[in-house]
Structures are given as structure tokens and as C-alpha cells.
């Protein structure tokens, strides 16, 4: 393959990609500009994906197949969706096409028990003002799988309500492990944010350093130690208010989930026992949470009356500000710049203690176990683990 055909195979895998993600032909066309230097005709748009038999209103999936992977989301965290989002991620993650009034209906069918509690709940927003995307991150743990031994930690962009990072370990109390997330999300993303949003905790000092000294050498009003801001959990609202839809839509499974373990008497809350459960769901669970991230980033957010930022998809909020009259708040950050933290990198064992990591990964060897990859095998090789290591 010459270069010019692999170069016009990688145009058209991001058409697709974004055509599926449901961004509109307008946005598709300046994120190729944009992001990709790739200029192109609505009508050579088009023809690509007419080509590549993409459509948004005809050829839709067959009902069997709706019906099979819903039932396969209803399995796992999918019980808690509402059909908004059950319809996304039957186009994101399963690739059908099906009428959004279509999903509401089966769900009402599939589900009816989950809309009947969905219906009974409200929830009450904030005003927010953010100047454009980049201008505030906040960053926060979340503490509810932490007796089972899995701390999550998470940062969102203000403006955009983009997720920048969501990451489940052994620790999200540990400065030096809070402060790896932060540094790689910065490189990432080549940019550091105007300003920085945390609450009190002991966790967030290394960060807020590193936020401060990234920010010292420029000139505006935030610059320095003014780019920091340390205030109490209710008050760091972006964050605060996510989390709150991720119990309902996903962490509520997960909670139930090692309930019934405890419950069955398989998990005491043991430190043995939170190291083993986390070598058995630490990756399942981070799995899940890449799929929420990538869900979340690419659906759509409804404009709120009480609130100046515009509605619009994460992605395209934080990528192309200039199609809702702002503009990037961040401060582009050379690698040089970075390379001061080395001490910074991650190394902990992923279950959190290197001796039982060790163990476990031996006896995860000699008995030719195979890696989980669903909640399911999980629990399976749990059980058989605690078994076999008498924990």
C-alpha cells in the first residue's frame, strides 16, 4: 500500500469513526481540519460514507439483534441506563443502528422495574460559569468501592464536561499516584489548565505543586499559585454532580456486586481480600470505566437555562470551542517541562502489595488460569483463588 493510500485509509476510518461517535457532517468536516489537517467537501464527506454504506436513517439493525444486545447490557451496569443512554451505546459499542424511541420501548419491555425507579428520581443543578474549555479542571476519588479495596479517581474539564481521566487502583489517597494521573493527562493533551479545582485533601498536594510550578512562568491573572484552588467537596461542583450520575449509571452495580460476595461470606474486608479482589476485578473494572469515559465524551448534553456554558457533545466542546463563541483557556506545556517529574511515575503493584501481586501471580501461572475478561470469570477466579491461596 503507497502512502497516499494509507493515508486516505486513515481519513476514512476517522470519517467513520466520528460518522458512529454522531457527530454531523459540519463537525466531522472541522475535526478533520482541526484535529487531522484534513481538508474536505461536504460532498466528498458524503460520498465516503455512502461508499462505506453509512447512514443515520435507513438499514436499521434487526429487532432480534436490538433486543440481544440489550439484554447484554442489561447483564452488567447497562441495568441502570436510561434509554438516551442505552441508545448510545448500542451505536458506540454494539454498531447498531435503531431508532431512540425504538430503545425507550423495549426497555419499557426488557427493563421495566429499572424505569420504574428511574422515573422517582430528580436531580436538582447548579449555576456554573466557565470561560472555555481548559479553564477549570476538577479533580476528585471516589470512595464508594473503597471497603472493597478500589479507589477511583477522576478529573473532568468545566467547560466542556469533558472526562479527562478516570482511573481505578490500589490507592487514590496517595500524593504521588494522584499527581502521575494528573501529569500524564498534561501530556497527553500537551496543554495545562488556566486553573485547577480540589478539595483539602492531603492526596491533592503534589498535584496542586506541580499545577503551580507549570503555571509559574506565565504572566496572567491565574499564573503561579493562583492557578490552585483548594475549597470543600460540596463546593467543587462539576466533579461532585458526575459522580452522582455514575452511582446511578454504573457504580451501583459494582457496589451490589461485591455486596453479594460479602454478603455470601467469599469477602471480609480483609487486606488479603481487597488485594485479591482487586487482582481479579482491577482491570474489569478499569475496562468499564474506559467504556464510561468513552460513552460520556461523545454523547450529547442538553443546554440547561441555569447554566452559561453551551450544550453540545464533550468532544466537540473541548476540541472546537470556536463553533460556540470561546476559545481554549489552556497553556501549552513542552515535554522538557514534565521530564522534572520522574519521580512522579507509577510503580505500584496492581493489587497493591507486591509479595501477594507476586504470589498470586504464580499460582495464576502453575494452575494455567486464564485472565477475566467479564464480571462473570471474575468472580469464577475470585473464588477460585481465595480457595486455592486459603485467604
Avoid at 78 to 85: A, C, D, E, H, V
Avoid at 253 to 277: I, K, P, V, Y
Avoid at 355 to 375: A, G, R, T
Wanted: hydrophobic content about 35%; aromatic content about 10%.
Amino acid at each position: 500500500m503507497s502512502w497516499d493510500e494509507e493515508q486516505e485509509e486513515n481519513t476514512l476510518q476517522c470519517c467513520i469513526t466520528y460518522f458512529n461517535e454522531g457527530h454531523s457532517y459540519s463537525f466531522i468536516l472541522d475535526m478533520l481540519a482541526t484535529l487531522h489537517g484534513v481538508q474536505m467537501s461536504l460532498r466528498t464527506l458524503k460520498g465516503k460514507l455512502n461508499n462505506a454504506e453509512m447512514y443515520r436513517r435507513k438499514h436499521y439493525s434487526p429487532r432480534t439483534a436490538i433486543i440481544h444486545a440489550i439484554r447484554t447490557e442489561l447483564r452488567g451496569p447497562g441495568q441502570l441506563f436510561g434509554y438516551r443512554t442505552m441508545w448510545h451505546a448500542l451505536r458506540q459499542k454494539h454498531n447498531i443502528r435503531v431508532k431512540r424511541d425504538d430503545v425507550m420501548r423495549l426497555l419499557r419491555e426488557l427493563n421495566p422495574r429499572g424505569c420504574q425507579m428511574r422515573a422517582h428520581r430528580r436531580f436538582i443543578r447548579r449555576t456554573y460559569h466557565s470561560m472555555g474549555p481548559n479553564y477549570v479542571w476538577h479533580a476528585d476519588g471516589y470512595d464508594k468501592l473503597k471497603p472493597f479495596g478500589l479507589a477511583i479517581s477522576g478529573c473532568i474539564d468545566g467547560f466542556s464536561r469533558k472526562l479527562l481521566w478516570l482511573k481505578c487502583g490500589p490507592t487514590n489517597n496517595n500524593p504521588t499516584v494522584v499527581a502521575h494521573y494528573f501529569l500524564s493527562c498534561v501530556r497527553n493533551l500537551n496543554a495545562v489548565p488556566m486553573r485547577l479545582r480540589t478539595d483539602c485533601g492531603t492526596e491533592n498536594d503534589i498535584m496542586a505543586a506541580v499545577q503551580c510550578t507549570l503555571r509559574h512562568h506565565h504572566d496572567d491573572h491565574y499564573s503561579g499559585e493562583s492557578s490552585h484552588m483548594f475549597g470543600s467537596s460540596m463546593t467543587n461542583q462539576r466533579i461532585e454532580s458526575w459522580w452522582s450520575m455514575y452511582r446511578k449509571g454504573r457504580a451501583q452495580f459494582w457496589m451490589e456486586l461485591f455486596s453479594d460476595l460479602t454478603d455470601a461470606g467469599h469477602f471480609n474486608g480483609s487486606h488479603e481480600h481487597q488485594c485479591l479482589l482487586r487482582f481479579c476485578f482491577g482491570d474489569i473494572v478499569q475496562k468499564d470505566l474506559d467504556e464510561c469515559v468513552r460513552l460520556w465524551n461523545s454523547h450529547r448534553i442538553r443546554p440547561s437555562r441555569t447554566a452559561s456554558c453551551p450544550g453540545g457533545v464533550p468532544n466537540e466542546l473541548y476540541y472546537l470551542p470556536h463553533r460556540y463563541g470561546s476559545g481554549d483557556c489552556g497553556f501549552h506545556v513542552q515535554p522538557a517541562e514534565l521530564d522534572a517529574f520522574p519521580e512522579l511515575r507509577l510503580s505500584l503493584a496492581p493489587c497493591g502489595d507486591p509479595n501477594i501481586q507476586e504470589y498470586l501471580d504464580f499460582v495464576m501461572e502453575h494452575n494455567h488460569l486464564p485472565k477475566p475478561d467479564s464480571w462473570e470469570s471474575a468472580a469464577d477466579l475470585f473464588l477460585n483463588l481465595k480457595e486455592i491461596a486459603q485467604f
